[in-house]
Nanobody, 128 residues
Framework: QVQLVESGGGSVQAGGSLRLSCAAS????????MGWFRQAPGKEREGVAV????????YYADSVKGRFTISQNNAKNTLYLQMNSLKPEDTAMYYC?????????????????????WGQGTQVTVSS
């Protein structure tokens, strides 16, 4: 099993920055992909950024490209999301997610149902 615990959320004004962290424990050596999803009230969960833990390839939603950066610290089993130039539309609950193995079938990085493990979430609120 794998446990994921997020931290770093909070409230910030538009244009500000936050850094989210996700501490992974358990059988982390089996994880191929780790990333961040978010869900705003009344909306579906959407992929924000994902990293392939084996080679470091990264994937981003168009809405965050150039503003958010995903990174990992393998020695500490920690995943990060640096969020700059935050906008009110970034307000959401942010979840850390992880997948063991490659994506199945027509699966892709931004599909929430492709991930085996989830954290409890951390709230990010951006005010205008």
């Amino acid at each position: 099993q794998v446990q994921l615990v997020e931290s770093g959320g909070g409230s910030v004004q538009a244009g500000g920055s936050l850094r989210l962290s996700c501490a992974a424990s358990g059988y982390t050596n089996r994880l191929y992909y780790m990333g961040w999803f978010r869900q705003a009230p009344g909306k579906e969960r959407e992929g924000v950024a994902v990293i392939y833990t084996g080679g470091g390839s990264t994937y981003y939603a168009d809405s965050v490209k150039g503003r958010f950066t995903i990174s990992q610290n393998n020695a500490k089993n920690t995943l990060y999301l640096q969020m700059n130039s935050l906008k009110p539309e970034d307000t959401a609950m942010y979840y850390c997610a992880a997948r063991s193995g490659y994506y199945g079938g027509d699966g892709s990085w931004y599909m929430a149902d492709q991930y085996n493990y989830w954290g409890q979430g951390t709230q990010v609120t951006v005010s205008s």
